[in-house]
């Protein structure tokens, strides 16, 4: 389970990047090769419906940023000022650095709570009751989005279900932390994929083009 999570943000976020870009370029092919008059063709072309790509590319740009953060804060990109911390004595750096992740542990996890109470109220608790075949009386069906006419309770699940993750990073780098005494650190000038002798290569082509 714990090796499927470790990998949980970066398929979710190569599948939404990968996904919304298809839908782009074939909503703005759409949009300029139905204006050329190829009888026919235009005329298939204008009958097909990508009003609703915009509002679901966004989507996935917001589900993209909430999963984000979370793989930010288990490789350790997120950006911080840490000039006070540094110049803390060791020991009580240590304990500055574990109040943090334990602070933001519980921020993520209040707005996980907050935001995961907000999608139930949206329409959620209609749309699990009706699952369940339980009455849903009074409840509201919620409202739907303008284009997709989607759930709306559907769309903000990201807020919780990314908060959450978030969350469960900032426990899982604390407790690194607690029995390691060590934080992940992102090196940027690494490249996933590539090797030390592909980079070095890289780096003779550069310079020989700067040449």
Known sequence: MLKILDHLEEWIITFLIGAATVIIFCAVVHRYASGIPIPGLQDWLISLNFSWAQELCIYMFVWMAKFGAAYGVRSGIHVGVDVLVNRLPQEWR??????????????????????????????????????????????????????????????Y???????????????????????RGDLPQHDHAH???????????EAELLKGGAK
Request: with cysteine; net charge negative; aromatic share 14%.
């Open 157 to 179: 699940s990201a807020v919780p279900m990314g908060s959450y993750l978030m969350c469960f990073r900032f426990l899982q780098v604390s407790w690194g932390f607690i029995m």
């Open 191 to 201: 490249v996933d994929g590539l090797s030390d002798d592909d980079l070095s290569f």
């Open 94 to 155: 240590k304990k500055a650095v574990l109040l943090a992740l334990l602070g933001g542990a519980t921020f993520t996890g209040i707005i996980g709570t907050l935001g995961a109470r907000f999608v139930w109220e949206n329409g959620m608790h209609h749309a699990v009751y009706s699952l369940l075949g339980i009455a849903t009386g009074t409840l509201p069906v919620g409202p739907t989005t303008p284009d997709l006419e989607w759930p709306t309770w559907f769309v």
